[in-house]
């Protein structure tokens, strides 16, 4: 199974609304990762969880909450998101850590479409 | 951290071979050339990397200068299916990727 799998596919919500996106692989990864891309840009990274632990926060807004539960699972939580949040938010994930290596490729979820009222 | 350049587009005729480039005149001595591309609505998918070596896969090839300042990625006979973003990206310390524009590559028929 070389599958990163993400649900929902799409997602609307309010401004003031809670919600969580999820992220699942069965590859035995340690590293996992959340990106955003805008409409006709490049992803951004977010975060990068290395065995489970937060390992790299790219001075992203508290409004996103990262959370990995279990090697498998990555979960990103929205509060309180502003319209300009809305995005493709893309979950990948690597076969090492916690010291990434330079060779590992990263393998890339579908992604979620978010989009904030 | 070695930033790359690339063409916004390229156009190429299906069959025929698409030359990708790419400029990393910054790249340090042990640091990887890495190509992804994304097709339209999807996560971007991994294609090929290198050091110093050429290199092919199934899917691709990948030519570095020997000053290693610059690379191609070979797409040998390419399909309409190959209509994406391309970007070649140097990772920075630990892995992380960062993306740059891409190169838009249109595959006509």
């Known amino acids: 199974d070389t599958e990163v799998t993400q649900t929902p596919k799409h997602l609307v919500m309010g401004m003031t609304n809670k919600k969580s996106l999820k992220c699942e692989q069965h590859m035995g990864h340690r590293a996992m990762y959340w990106y955003k891309q805008k409409a006709k840009k490049p992803p951004e990274l977010m975060f990068v969880?290395?065995?489970?632990?937060?390992?790299i926060n790219e001075s992203v807004p508290s409004r996103f909450s990262p959370e990995c539960p279990n090697s498998s699972l990555l979960n990103l939580h929205l509060h309180a998101l502003q319209p300009e949040d809305s995005a493709l938010y893309l979950c990948?994930?690597?076969?090492?850590?916690?010291?990434?290596?330079?060779?590992?490729?990263?393998?890339f979820g579908p992604g979620t479409r978010l989009t904030v009222l | 951290d070695a930033k790359t350049t690339q063409p916004p587009s390229m156009d190429c005729a299906e069959g025929r071979a698409a030359n990708l480039p790419c400029n990393h005149s910054t790249i340090s001595g042990n640091e990887y050339v890495y190509w992804y591309r994304q097709i339209h609505s999807q996560g971007p998918q991994y294609i090929i990397h290198g050091l110093k070596n050429n290199e092919t896969n199934e899917m691709a090839s990948l030519i570095i200068t020997e000053d290693r300042k610059s690379s191609t990625l070979i797409l040998p006979h390419a399909t309409l299916r190959d209509t994406a973003v391309y970007y070649c990206i140097v990772p920075r310390g630990g892995g992380k990727l960062i993306f740059g524009q891409g190169t838009e590559l249109s595959v006509k028929p």
């Open positions: 969880y290395s065995y489970e632990k937060l390992s």
């Open positions: 990948a994930s690597s076969q090492d850590g916690p010291v990434l290596r330079e060779q590992d490729e990263q393998f």
